[in-house]
């Protein structure tokens, strides 16, 4: 694929900057060694202004160029995820029990490139704003950037970010308008039954059946409560209860997400979880408690700057190779609440 010649002569570099942020995973709001890393090179690039500790370790670097008022921002995530690295590489995580497994390293490294050419070449009429955020595994970096103020500090016009996407052919963009990208909501049921001898379970109230029946009811709520041509997953990922072999235990806590692209959807189907989980451990004379919480919302790309990242990607890689009906994804992202700011 045709690459800029400038930005092809930094691939050593950039292959080294992965390469050391790859070895120094950091996970959701304690990015410090990554977050210092960035800002040498960003100071060392010449950018005009460098921004940090928004929402803690975030960097906002900023780059101006002739007179004209037109601003836009530039978004990568910088964390890492709690995984134990199996690879035996040179550049083989060096914190144990961490990783960047999710291609942030890539994300990070490609944006400081992007900063590099930009700060050397200046061939833009406008500001920049280059946006390093934390905290996007889970944790919501993205919200806390936007509540700490991050678009009235820095007033860009459009923001753009981008992901990896391992399942797809290299030299290849795949996008698409409108809902993208799943909402992620989580869930914890805690059910209190009432704890006996294994040999005697009509003594006690059993909250490992109850939570069975709950999990299996929990699926009806996408085969026969939401409308068939909207989507949501309901996943229970957790199942935690009892300490030994012979007693039924006092407790069990269920725990799993919730993705889907409608805010209605979301009020349907946490309402309905409460209904279902409480009925069934009420039928059994068991109590069921529900937190519900919403995490991410759905990412919405607007589909006029969609287009100007397609006509960008068709100019680099040729008309073929950019796809703009990518298909809707059910995992999350908190970009979203920097495209809803």
């Known amino acids: 694929m045709p690459i800029i010649n400038r930005i092809a002569d930094l691939h050593e570099e950039m292959t080294a900057w992965r390469r050391d942020l790859h070895a120094h995973p950091e996970t959701a709001f304690e990015e410090r060694w990554t977050s210092d890393y960035i800002a040498e090179k960003l100071e060392a690039f010449g950018l005009d202004e460098i921004h940090r500790g928004i929402a803690k370790t975030g960097i906002v670097a900023v780059l101006r160029n002739g007179n004209s008022e037109k601003s836009i921002a530039l978004r990568a995530d910088m964390d890492a995820l709690d995984i134990t690295e199996a690879n035996e590489l040179p550049y083989k995580s060096q914190i144990p029990g961490k990783m960047h497994a999710c291609g942030h390293d890539g994300h990070s490294t490609m944006l400081m490139g992007a900063a590099k050419y930009l700060a050397e070449t200046r061939n833009f009429d406008g500001t920049v704003y280059f946006i390093f955020q934390p905290a996007e595994e889970n944790e919501g970096g993205g919200r806390v950037m936007v509540e700490?103020?991050?678009?009235?500090?820095?007033?860009?016009?459009?923001?753009?970010?981008?992901?990896?996407?391992?399942?797809?052919?290299?030299?290849?963009?795949?996008?698409?308008?409108?809902?993208?990208?799943?909402?992620?909501?989580?869930?914890e049921i805690v059910v209190e039954g009432y704890g006996t001898h294994a040999a005697r379970p009509n003594q006690g109230v059993d909250p490992v059946v109850v939570q069975a029946q709950i999990v299996l009811g929990l699926q009806t709520i996408a085969s026969r409560n939401v409308n068939p041509v909207d989507s949501v997953v309901v996943s229970v990922t957790q199942v935690h209860g009892g300490d030994t072999w012979n007693v039924i235990p006092q407790q069990v806590v269920l725990r799993g997400t919730v993705r889907c692209f409608k805010p209605e959807v979301q009020d349907q189907t946490e309402a309905r979880m409460r209904a279902l989980a409480e009925s069934i451990a009420a039928a059994h004379e068991a109590k069921a408690t529900i937190r519900y919480e919403r995490r991410y919302p759905p990412t919405v790309n607007d589909e006029a700057h969609m287009e100007k990242c397609a006509a960008v990607g068709r100019a680099l890689l040729g008309g073929e190779k950019v796809s703009t009906d990518a298909p809707q994804g059910m995992g999350s992202e908190d970009f979203s609440f920097m495209l809803n700011e």
């Open 148 to 187: 700490e103020g991050l678009f009235e500090r820095f007033p860009a016009q459009a923001v753009y970010g981008m992901h990896n996407a391992p399942g797809l052919p290299v030299g290849e963009m795949a996008m698409r308008p409108g809902p993208a990208m799943a909402g992620y909501d989580i869930f």
